[in-house]
């Protein structure tokens, strides 16, 4: 084993032996290189007043070589900020922009130790990095039953990791925290298992009550208390998009520094928050009560960023810094979420009208993008298949029972006629 990566787990076992114990076989023999081409380089760009050739770009005039006919639809940015590799960990000033706004939206994070936000390649890339550091095969995946399909690929494929799955609603038809204990205490005897929390919940919209979460943070702390390592990721893709009395924080605040066993890791990105989906720019956080652990993390999480993509997108970073960056950040995202929150109440209003009977039901939703149907006596990909082929209308079937439904990419305007049409495309076939 290389001997940085031997420091950062002699870390790790000092500070918190709980957390070296997480640690997947490639998240203790990663390391990030202190003696190479970014070290040297970094230590150039400091110190070179003459020349400086180490990294490999090329400069024109000072500045990073460029092409006008890429530059001129880019006038409004420097090309130092757009051109040169952003470093691994991302650019410093959108770390330290996304830290103030993840304390602005999650006030309970004020007091709570955690550290500075690591830049992802989107929030896949962010559940990958969880998913290579801790994840070795046969580890247990905690996931609701209503889920995510990348989890599958990201744990299970790539990784080896076993998916367990309890339901995501009890019969209150709220959030299931005693299938997520009987699920997270099966794992007992293995010691350790990662607990995926998503919300608002890709796909059915859902996100906990207070209650609720006071709820799936007693039994995280509880498996802890009785011995299990729990690997707690909350996957906020969607998170800000709360329509109604749901959480309004994270459940990363409340898992800060709960249990030594516990290790808190926050996923999350401007990608749906901020509406830039191709940018591709999102962040990794761990929270930890040890500096010397934050940084140990970090250190492993640049091992894993270098081995893969390198660094991230330099230009959408600065695009999204900029965007943090101005008085009018806050207005427009006000706007942008009225015009979601009404597109969720109208999808609502419509369900509860009465006008659809009892065929089209559905399932609790609250927040984020979608929201799930749940067909009773014909299955969801024949309903999508109608749908498609003779209304030109698309949906997600998942399962046999449930339809997916992302009121984001329908004006509110035409929700009616869309669910006017998929209860007509419902009723048709429970005639055949």
Same mark, same amino acid.
């Given at each position: ?17 709980? =957390? ?36 490999? !770009? ?11 006919? /890429? ?10 900020? =757009? ?14 922009? *996304? ?10 994070? $004020? ?7 690591? +830049? ?8 990958? !990095? +969880?998913?290579?550091?801790? $994840? ?6 905690? =996931?609701? @039953?209503?889920? *995510? ?40 005897? %293995?010691?350790?298992? /990662?607990? !995926?929390?998503?919300?608002? @919940? @890709? ?14 943070? $007693? ?37 800060? #520094?709960?249990?030594?066993? =516990?290790?808190?890791?926050?996923? #999350? ?7 830039? *989906? ?5 962040? /990794? ?7 010397? !652990? ?44 009225? &015009? ?6 109208? +999808? ?25 149907? %749940?067909?009773?006596? /014909? ?13 030109? &209308? ?39």
């Amino acid at each position: 084993m290389n001997s940085l990566a031997k420091q950062l787990n002699d870390t790790l076992n000092k500070e918190n032996p709980h =957390i070296g114990e997480m640690l997947s076989s490639l998240g203790k023999a990663i390391y990030f290189p202190k003696v190479g081409i970014l070290s040297q380089s970094a230590e150039a760009k400091t110190k070179a007043s003459k020349f400086n050739a180490t990294i490999g !770009i090329a400069t024109e005039g000072g500045k990073p070589m460029h092409l006008e006919v /890429i530059q001129e639809t880019l006038s409004a940015y420097e090309p130092k900020d =757009i051109y040169e590799y952003a470093p691994p960990a991302g650019k410093p000033e959108l770390r330290s922009a *996304w830290k103030a706004k993840m304390i602005k939206d999650n006030p309970s994070l $004020a007091t709570k130790s955690f550290g500075n936000p690591i +830049v992802t390649n989107a929030l896949t890339h962010g559940l990958s !990095i +969880v998913a290579d550091l801790f $994840a070795d095969a046969d580890d247990a995946v905690i =996931i609701p @039953n209503k889920n *995510w399909e990348n989890y599958e690929l990201t744990f299970g494929v790539r990784r080896g990791a076993v998916i367990v799955e309890y339901p995501l609603y009890n019969d209150a038809m709220k959030f299931n925290s005693t299938g997520l204990r009987e699920a997270l205490f099966a794992q007992k005897d %293995k010691g350790k298992a /990662i607990v !995926i929390l998503n919300f608002p @919940n @890709n796909p059915t919209g859902y996100t906990p009550g207070p209650q609720e979460g006071q709820e799936i943070v $007693a039994v995280l702390k509880e498996a802890a208390e009785a011995g299990i390592n729990v690997v707690a990721v909350t996957d906020d893709a969607y998170f800000g998009l709360f329509f109604e009395d749901s959480l309004q924080e994270s459940l990363f605040s409340q898992l800060a #520094d709960l249990h030594p066993r =516990i290790l808190p890791v926050k996923i #999350d990105g401007a990608t749906k928050e901020e509406y830039v *989906w191709g940018f591709r720019v999102g962040f /990794i956080t761990y929270a930890s009560s040890s500096a010397d !652990i934050l940084s140990a993390l970090e250190q492993k999480t640049l091992g894993i960023i270098r081995s893969t993509i390198s660094s991230g997108p330099h230009p959408s970073q600065t695009f999204v810094l900029r965007a943090l960056q101005s008085p009018l950040f806050e207005e427009q995202k006000q706007q942008k979420f009225d &015009i979601m929150k009404g597109r969720a109440n109208r +999808v609502k209003q419509l369900l509860d009208s009465g006008r659809y009977s009892d065929t089209l039901q559905y399932y609790p939703f609250n927040s984020g993008y979608f929201m799930c149907l %749940k067909l009773v006596n /014909i299955s969801a990909e024949t309903v999508r298949l109608h749908l498609l082929n003779e209304y030109g &209308i698309g949906t997600i079937a998942l399962g046999e029972t449930d339809l997916r439904v992302a009121f984001s990419c329908i004006e509110e305007e035409y929700l009616e006629e869309l669910f006017d049409t998929i209860y007509k495309a419902v009723s048709e076939l429970s005639a055949k």
